[in-house]
């Protein structure tokens, strides 16, 4: 899905530059959402899937000292993301890959560890993330993806991504338990839903910023159970490659693609004024 909204360019010397409220006038924190977008954001959630099942169960640290050890690594990373004065693919996609880690842990914690009933913990995420949303509106008169600028819209940005990983594991695990389809058929059932928002929105006029964050939250479980098909057991109904080399290869598969987008720039946006939105 490709989301498009008007620009206002701006001359070179105003692009870094910020109004006397301190709001930044210039660049776009997060990237453009192109296919690219949804292809990395997909194996990073993949990613994040695996490589918490392989630092849990290979690593010995327990789901308590992968979490602490992922947050922490989380918190620099995102250090980095937000003195960053424009979008740097590398970074964002790092950030991305670590959040969606932590976004599974924090689930897995309070289901595993914690004995919380997904229904639960599905129920509490979204309307954790509801919450977050509500308030990122009232704050800014906005949702949009598009208007990144400031620290303020980006702390929600981020928060909002944060629990649509942990949504989207809670909901993810709790529809595999109802109705037990196995990893490759719950991979067909979250990719038909994507593709019915992308229909609604393309075709019907739902509105974008919903559409794109309805998306963001089934490309969890959608990642997820492609994720497992692939590195569970075959006598689990995955094909056996186990999370190591599931891990190993998409993450190779993501280097590439960032490295590929920080030398074209073909997910930057161009720069824009952005006002506080009526």
């Known amino acids: 899905m490709t989301y498009e909204t008007s620009q206002m360019?701006?001359?070179?010397?105003?692009?870094?530059?910020?109004?006397?409220?301190?709001?930044?006038?210039?660049?776009?924190?997060?990237?453009?959402?192109?296919?690219?977008?949804?292809?990395?954001?997909?194996?990073?959630?993949?990613?994040?899937?695996?490589?918490?099942?392989?630092?849990?169960?290979?690593?010995?640290?327990?789901?308590?000292?992968?979490?602490?050890?992922?947050?922490?690594?989380?918190?620099?990373?995102?250090?980095?993301?937000?003195?960053?004065?424009?979008?740097?693919?590398?970074?964002?996609?790092?950030?991305?890959?670590?959040?969606?880690?932590?976004?599974?842990?924090?689930?897995?914690?309070?289901?595993?560890?914690?004995?919380?009933?997904?229904?639960?913990?599905?129920?509490?995420?979204?309307?954790?993330?509801?919450?977050?949303?509500?308030?990122?509106?009232?704050?800014?008169?906005?949702?949009?993806?598009?208007?990144?600028?400031?620290t303020s819209r980006e702390s929600f940005y981020w928060l909002a991504v944060l629990f649509t990983f942990a949504l989207g594991t809670s909901a993810g695990d709790l529809l595999s338990e109802r109705m037990d389809l196995g990893y490759w058929l719950s991979a067909v059932l979250f990719g038909l839903a994507i593709a019915a928002v992308a229909l609604a929105h393309f075709k019907l006029g739902v509105d974008a910023v919903w559409s794109f964050w309805i998306a963001y939250?089934?490309?969890?479980?959608?990642?997820?159970?492609?994720?497992?098909?692939?590195?569970?057991?075959?006598s689990d109904g995955g094909l056996g490659l186990g999370t190591v080399i599931t891990s190993v290869l998409f993450l190779a598969v993501i280097l590439g693609l960032v490295v590929y987008l920080s030398v074209t720039r073909k997910d930057v946006a161009q720069p824009q004024r952005v006002g506080r939105p009526s």
């Open 9 to 150: 360019p701006l001359p070179p010397a105003a692009r870094s530059s910020e109004d006397s409220s301190g709001r930044r006038l210039g660049w776009n924190k997060v990237p453009e959402v192109t296919v690219y977008f949804w292809i990395i954001k997909v194996l990073c959630t993949t990613v994040g899937e695996t490589a918490a099942d392989l630092l849990n169960e290979k690593a010995g640290l327990g789901l308590t000292g992968v979490s602490l050890l992922m947050s922490g690594l989380l918190a620099v990373v995102l250090v980095f993301q937000f003195r960053a004065r424009t979008y740097r693919a590398g970074v964002y996609w790092l950030a991305v890959a670590l959040i969606s880690v932590v976004g599974t842990l924090v689930s897995d914690n309070l289901t595993d560890n914690m004995g919380v009933p997904l229904e639960t913990t599905t129920t509490v995420f979204a309307v954790i993330l509801a919450i977050v949303f509500v308030i990122w509106y009232r704050r800014e008169r906005t949702l949009s993806i598009h208007h990144i600028d400031t």
């Open 217 to 234: 939250v089934l490309t969890r479980p959608l990642g997820a159970s492609i994720g497992d098909y692939l590195s569970q057991p075959t």
